[in-house]
């Protein structure tokens, strides 16, 4: 039985906004690395902006991006007197310059506003379609969580799988959304580094493992709707199959093998659509943040501390930690905290422990998930918090949870761990939006942590939406979301007494599968 997660969490946090309106505050970095920028208007062009190359391995090098103050970045020998360590994806990276603030007003047809997967690949997208385009980013192309996630591509919107859209929508409905959200999505990334040539480590198929018996019905249900919805690309196989083959771990029961699904290094994928959208004449501006969005007849103006942007066709909202600032009415996601760790090399050692290679996630209500990444290092997250946990304690709780799946490690360390800033919706599909005015402003959001191939996949039918091409856009505005009244304040409140609950409820019934 698969427990009904969305309702349960609707039920929940509104029980939680009733208890509180404040939570606790978050545990901060002594440290926050400052953005070094080139001059105003001094952005890198087609020439001068270099691809940003994968290296063997990591070096250990200071972050060069500016992040959120709430989160941070932790290398084992960086002490704390040290400027703030750049994570594993930034570290194994080569150099990449700033691009510089916006120098005064400008006028183009699109502006987008941020600088992850979704604005990159909605930018590169509409450039490819010939459109003039002008991206800004508060921060630094990577400072947000498109360069700091586990690298796991999966299908589904958000957490929303084949077997939710069947129950929820007709089954030419549910179909055209499935295929969207999961072979299209991995099309789109493919298609976009075959076109211009790019390296991002993409690797092909993951696997679900089950922490429970009873999960296998589950993971069976959830391969059979997808044969229902045309897509065969998973098989179910036995613990003995998993263990010998896959994963070297006792503590599974078993496990779906989705040959659709896949791995990549987001950082690098990210610089890689960014590095195609300049080719093509696209202009980026970082340490630019929008203050102010104002539809007016015949324009949209997006105004920020270093001049007003005015756009004659469409502006792109693509920053889910800020969609508050200019959305109306109640905010309709919750933020989290979300961690990554990455090990030293381990050689041999992690052939044996992951002879297929293959991304893992579990079934457990507070997942794990892992795959190995270059130099034989493993990577490991887990974890989703109201609070923003400290290093030691993230640390702590990741260490613990590599001895737990791979007990052969008797004393497993790791060289890098970074925290993240994800977002979720209480029905747990994508809120995407898009305004009535002559020139709309286009909003998603609410990824739920599994945003890396969908954001390129939302980004291509935004611009397929503004051109004309189709009207997939318009299947993604059709989902009701519910409020959430202090939603981002209720964070560190709601979201453990939503884990505690369901936490709860999987002890009452073991067997049905939920994950946060």
């Given at each position: 039985m698969t427990l009904n997660r969305r309702d349960f969490i609707l039920k929940t946090a509104v029980a939680t906004t009733a208890a509180s309106a404040v939570g606790a505050l978050g545990l901060w970095p002594k440290h926050s690395a400052a953005l070094t920028l080139a001059p105003a208007g001094v952005s890198p062009s087609a020439s001068m902006l270099p691809p940003s190359e994968l290296l063997q391995d990591a070096r250990k090098v200071p972050t060069r991006l500016g992040i959120d103050p709430r989160i941070w970045n932790w290398r084992s020998d960086a002490s704390a007197s040290d400027p703030m360590p750049a994570n594993y994806y930034e570290a194994s990276l080569s150099d990449w310059p700033a691009f510089g603030g916006l120098p005064g007003d400008l006028h183009c047809e699109v502006v987008v506003i941020g600088g992850g997967l979704l604005g990159a690949s909605t930018a590169l997208h509409l450039a490819e379609a010939g459109v003039d385009v002008v991206l800004i980013e508060k921060d630094h192309i990577g400072s947000g969580a498109s360069g700091r996630n586990g690298g796991q591509m999966t299908p589904g919107l958000a957490r929303w799988e084949a077997?939710?859209?069947?129950?929820?929508?007709?089954?030419?409905?549910?179909?055209?959304?499935?295929?969207?959200?999961?072979?299209?999505?991995?099309?789109?990334?493919?298609?976009?580094?075959?076109?211009?040539?790019?390296?991002?480590?993409?690797?092909?198929?993951?696997?679900?493992?089950?922490?429970h018996a009873g999960h296998m019905g589950a993971l069976v249900d959830n391969a059979d709707a997808r044969r229902r919805l045309g897509d065969d690309s998973v098989k179910i196989i036995g613990r003995h199959q998993l263990n010998e083959q896959h994963v070297k771990s006792d503590i599974y029961f078993g496990a779906a093998i989705d040959s659709g699904g896949g791995q990549v290094q987001p950082l690098a994928l990210l610089r890689g659509l960014i590095h195609a959208f300049v080719k093509l004449g696209g202009r980026v501006y970082d340490g630019t943040a929008a203050q102010a969005i104002e539809e007016s007849p015949g324009s949209t103006l997006v105004k920020t501390a270093q001049g007003a942007l005015k756009a004659t066709k469409a502006v792109v909202l693509a920053?889910?930690?800020?969609?508050?600032?200019?959305?109306?009415?109640?905010?309709?996601?919750?933020?989290?905290?979300?961690?990554?760790?990455?090990?030293?090399?381990?050689?041999?050692?992690?052939?044996?422990?992951?002879?297929?290679?293959?991304?893992?996630?579990d079934t457990q209500l507070q997942i794990d998930y892992y795959r190995p990444v270059r130099d034989n290092r493993l990577l490991f997250g887990g974890q989703g918090t109201g609070n923003s946990w400290s290093p030691r304690?993230?640390?702590?709780?990741?260490?613990?949870?590599?001895?737990?799946?791979?007990?052969?490690?008797?004393?497993?360390?790791?060289?890098?761990?970074?925290?993240?800033?994800?977002?979720?919706?209480?029905?747990g599909a994508t809120d995407s939006r898009k305004s009535a005015g002559d020139v709309p402003v286009y909003m998603v959001h609410g990824w739920s942590g599994h945003g890396v191939a969908q954001t390129v996949r939302i980004g291509r039918a935004i611009s397929d939406d503004l051109t004309g091409r189709n009207n997939d856009y318009a299947?993604?505005?059709?989902?009701?979301?519910?409020?959430?009244?202090?939603?981002?304040?209720?964070?560190?409140v709601a979201i453990p007494l939503i884990k505690g609950a369901l936490g709860v409820r999987g002890l009452i019934n073991p067997a049905d599968m939920v994950s946060f």
């Open positions: 077997g939710t859209m069947l129950e929820n929508l007709s089954p030419d409905e549910a179909q055209r959304l499935w295929r969207f959200a999961s072979a299209e999505a991995m099309e789109t990334v493919d298609g976009l580094r075959h076109r211009h040539g790019f390296d991002c480590d993409r690797q092909y198929g993951h696997i679900t493992a089950a922490v920053v889910h930690s800020a969609t508050f600032q200019f959305m109306p009415g109640s905010a309709t996601t919750v933020p989290f905290f979300t961690y990554v760790a990455v090990t030293p090399p381990l050689g041999n050692t992690l052939d044996a422990l992951i002879p297929s290679g293959l991304p893992v996630y304690d993230v640390n702590n709780y990741l260490l613990d949870r590599i001895k737990t799946v791979f007990p052969q490690l008797e004393n497993p360390e790791l060289e890098y761990s970074w925290s993240g800033i994800s977002d979720l919706t209480l029905n299947m993604l505005t059709r989902f009701d979301h519910a409020g959430i009244p202090l939603g981002r304040h209720l964070s560190p």
